[in-house]
């Protein structure tokens, strides 16, 4: 006989489970104390936000459920902001939270909360533990539920009481889970259509998003490129898919994508949407885009294909399976004049001019990515500093782009950067911010410190929050109100107050000398970039 909380510990540890997130309290002190004595390493995160944030870089780098910790009330409230996210993303996360006695629930004791109600639209799925015996089978459940299909958070709550309580314990060695059922295999007579469609297209174009990484399907998706001859776009959450410079890739489409990518999906016949969801800043218009051409939707989630467009092939199944059949295919198309035509559409990135005194972020992001490893993972945050990473940062073979995308969540990029640093600790990790979002989040200095973890940290500091600044002065006759955040704090003086290596950078002819530092630092480093208040993200 265990009690509930160490048979929780011990289903981590089955479950192969390294790195946990979290931030303790009371209602979860059971469990807390029983990880004592566990191998599996504790990060203590300074805000439980970012204890799912740093678990969604953990998962998003290891390709397994992250896991993250809170405890009842406020510790559980506050994780809810990076369960959304993880959910908008499909962020496979176990999300574990403390909950006042079962003889309390209801009453609305000190640090009382209904996680598992406040959580409901954004979890994959969520438990309520209230038999502690139940606790292998419902652990067993959450990571297979979090880990396929369409991936996604899983939220399981336990009571105090429960934690205490003493089980037999034996961890199941199968899932049997009637209503659940993730398709893997695609449909033999969809694939054919697909392999026929693009076969006898004209214009095929390739729009790749980030169910290619969740499915792990990276290399496949190349090939089946190569293969059939078919130029690709990515969505943002696609990014570093392709390299950057792979002839074949036109960049990143969207309201905040590039040129080149737009005139090709506008001017394709044949689309081919691979784990993708066509969302609004993706595509602005999908009735427009459909009109004139073949749709081709390929998703691990049924209930995607046809949502924001209409679909003429249809294929529910796992990419990497899915493309590993297509590239098994012969093709004879080779798209000559296609691709004659891409090449003179493709994008030529300007140089951008520099304004006296302070730093242009287009160009020195591109030369930031220049010096930095091709295998480099560069987290960006969301604002001005996410556009100008997406369509500047150079990704090579092996790089990785990752931020977060359909939520849109500032103070995402330093934990998440943190995880993915953890769960990869010989890859340069990049975390590029603006001034706004790093208030957000950088608490978690102390955090990184305290790992010793050599998270790089750009801070794009123009004093504004930029991105809401830019949309007053474009739809709203320049009338700017919230949006201008002061000269501080002073971002040197804070990471030096952490122990954190700082400098910082106001003209572009100090850049190249103070990103070799950044670069050649084999501990934290952060840099401040000093950016005119009113650059676009154009």
Same mark, same amino acid.
Not at 331 to 350: L, P, R
């Given at each position: 006989?265990?009690?509930?909380? +160490?048979?929780?510990?011990?289903? /981590?540890?089955?479950?192969?489970?390294?790195?946990?997130?979290?931030?303790?309290?009371?209602?979860?002190?059971?469990?807390?104390?029983?990880?004592?004595?566990?191998?599996?390493?504790? #990060?203590?995160?300074?805000?439980?936000?970012?204890? $799912?944030?740093?678990?969604? $870089?953990?998962?998003?780098?290891?390709?397994?459920?992250?896991?993250?910790?809170?405890?009842?009330?406020?510790?559980?409230?506050?994780?809810?902001?990076?369960?959304?996210?993880?959910?908008?993303? %499909?962020?496979?996360?176990?999300?574990?939270?403390?909950?006042? %006695?079962?003889?309390?629930?209801?009453?609305?004791?000190?640090? +009382?909360?209904?996680?598992?109600?406040?959580?409901?639209?954004?979890?994959?799925?969520?438990?309520?533990?209230? =038999?502690?015996?139940?606790?292998?089978?419902?652990?067993?459940?959450?990571?297979?539920?979090?880990?396929?299909?369409?991936?996604?958070?899983?939220?399981?709550?336990?009571?105090?009481?429960?934690?205490?309580?003493?089980?037999?314990?034996?961890?199941?060695?199968?899932?049997?889970?009637?209503?659940?059922?993730?398709?893997?295999?695609?449909?033999?007579?969809?694939?054919?259509?697909?392999?026929?469609?693009?076969?006898?297209?004209?214009?095929?174009?390739?729009? #790749?998003?980030?169910?290619?990484?969740?499915?792990?399907?990276?290399? =496949?998706?190349?090939?089946?490129?190569?293969?059939?001859?078919?130029?690709?776009? %990515?969505?943002?959450?696609?990014?570093?898919?392709?390299?950057?410079?792979?002839?074949?890739?036109?960049?990143?489409?969207?309201?905040?994508?590039?040129?080149?990518?737009?005139?090709?999906?506008?001017?394709?016949?044949?689309?081919?949407?691979? $784990?993708?969801?066509?969302?609004?800043?993706?595509?602005?218009?999908?009735?427009?885009?459909?009109?004139?051409?073949?749709?081709?939707?390929?998703?691990?989630?049924?209930?995607?294909?046809?949502?924001?467009?209409?679909?003429?092939?249809?294929?529910?199944?796992?990419?990497?399976?899915?493309?590993? +059949?297509?590239?098994?295919?012969?093709?004879?198309?080779?798209?000559?004049?296609?691709?004659?035509?891409?090449?003179?559409?493709?994008?030529?990135?300007?140089?951008?001019?520099?304004?006296?005194?302070?730093?242009?972020?287009?160009?020195?992001?591109?030369?930031?990515?220049?010096?930095?490893?091709?295998?480099?993972?560069?987290?960006?945050?969301?604002? %001005?500093?996410?556009?100008?990473?997406?369509?500047?940062?150079?990704?090579?073979?092996?790089?990785?782009? /990752?931020?977060?995308?359909?939520?849109?969540?500032?103070?995402?990029?330093?934990?998440?950067?943190?995880?993915?640093?953890?769960?990869?600790?010989?890859?340069?990790?990049?975390?590029?911010?603006?001034?706004?979002?790093?208030?957000?989040?950088?608490?978690?200095?102390?955090?990184?410190?305290?790992?010793?973890?050599?998270?790089?940290?750009?801070?794009?500091?123009?004093?504004?929050?930029?991105?809401?600044? +830019? /949309?007053?002065?474009?739809?709203?006759?320049?009338?700017?109100?919230?949006?201008?955040? $002061?000269?501080?704090?002073?971002?040197?003086?804070?990471?030096?107050?952490?122990?954190?290596?700082?400098?910082?950078?106001?003209?572009?002819?100090?850049?190249?000398?103070?990103?070799?530092?950044?670069?050649?630092?084999?501990?934290?480093?952060?840099?401040?970039?000093?950016?005119?208040? /009113?650059?676009?993200?154009?």
């Amino acid at each position: 006989m265990i009690t509930a909380a +160490e048979a929780m510990v011990k289903c /981590l540890e089955l479950e192969g489970v390294k790195v946990v997130f979290g931030y303790p309290g009371a209602a979860i002190c059971p469990f807390y104390d029983k990880l004592y004595e566990s191998d599996i390493h504790h #990060v203590l995160v300074r805000h439980e936000a970012n204890a $799912g944030h740093a678990a969604s $870089g953990y998962a998003r780098m290891t390709g397994q459920p992250g896991v993250c910790i809170a405890t009842s009330g406020p510790g559980a409230t506050n994780l809810l902001t990076a369960i959304a996210t993880a959910y908008a993303d %499909s962020i496979p996360l176990i999300c574990i939270t403390g909950q006042v %006695s079962t003889d309390q629930i209801g009453c609305d004791v000190f640090q +009382e909360v209904d996680i598992t109600g406040a959580a409901e639209p954004f979890v994959k799925y969520s438990y309520l533990v209230k =038999e502690a015996a139940d606790i292998p089978r419902i652990f067993k459940e959450a990571f297979y539920l979090a880990g396929t299909g369409r991936k996604g958070p899983v939220l399981i709550d336990v009571p105090q009481d429960v934690q205490m309580r003493m089980i037999n314990f034996e961890y199941p060695s199968e899932i049997r889970m009637r209503t659940y059922k993730p398709a893997f295999k695609g449909n033999p007579l969809q694939i054919q259509r697909i392999h026929d469609a693009v076969n006898s297209a004209e214009k095929p174009l390739l729009i #790749v998003g980030g169910g290619v990484f969740l499915s792990g399907a990276e290399k =496949e998706l190349r090939s089946f490129a190569q293969k059939a001859h078919i130029p690709a776009v %990515s969505t943002m959450m696609g990014l570093s898919v392709f390299p950057t410079d792979d002839p074949m890739y036109l960049g990143m489409i969207g309201m905040h994508g590039l040129r080149s990518a737009n005139t090709a999906m506008n001017t394709c016949d044949t689309i081919v949407m691979i $784990g993708a969801r066509v969302g609004d800043r993706a595509v602005r218009s999908p009735s427009f885009l459909a009109e004139g051409k073949t749709i081709i939707h390929i998703d691990v989630d049924p209930a995607e294909i046809g949502k924001n467009i209409s679909v003429d092939i249809p294929l529910v199944g796992d990419c990497r399976e899915i493309l590993t +059949e297509l590239c098994a295919m012969e093709y004879d198309n080779d798209h000559a004049e296609w691709h004659t035509e891409i090449h003179e559409i493709k994008n030529i990135v300007s140089t951008n001019e520099e304004t006296e005194g302070y730093i242009n972020p287009k160009v020195f992001i591109r030369r930031l990515s220049d010096r930095l490893p091709d295998d480099t993972i560069c987290v960006a945050d969301v604002g %001005s500093n996410q556009i100008w990473t997406c369509n500047n940062f150079g990704f090579r073979e092996g790089g990785r782009f /990752l931020t977060t995308g359909g939520m849109g969540t500032m103070g995402y990029s330093l934990p998440c950067a943190l995880g993915a640093k953890l769960s990869s600790p010989d890859r340069e990790v990049v975390a590029i911010c603006g001034d706004g979002s790093f208030q957000m989040q950088m608490m978690e200095l102390a955090t990184v410190i305290q790992e010793n973890a050599a998270v790089k940290i750009i801070i794009m500091k123009n004093k504004r929050l930029g991105m809401v600044r +830019e /949309l007053q002065t474009k739809n709203y006759e320049n009338r700017l109100i919230a949006t201008d955040i $002061g000269n501080y704090p002073d971002f040197v003086a804070l990471a030096k107050a952490y122990g954190i290596e700082a400098d910082r950078v106001s003209t572009m002819a100090e850049a190249e000398e103070k990103i070799e530092k950044l670069a050649s630092s084999k501990s934290a480093y952060l840099l401040e970039c000093n950016v005119y208040k /009113l650059e676009s993200t154009l």
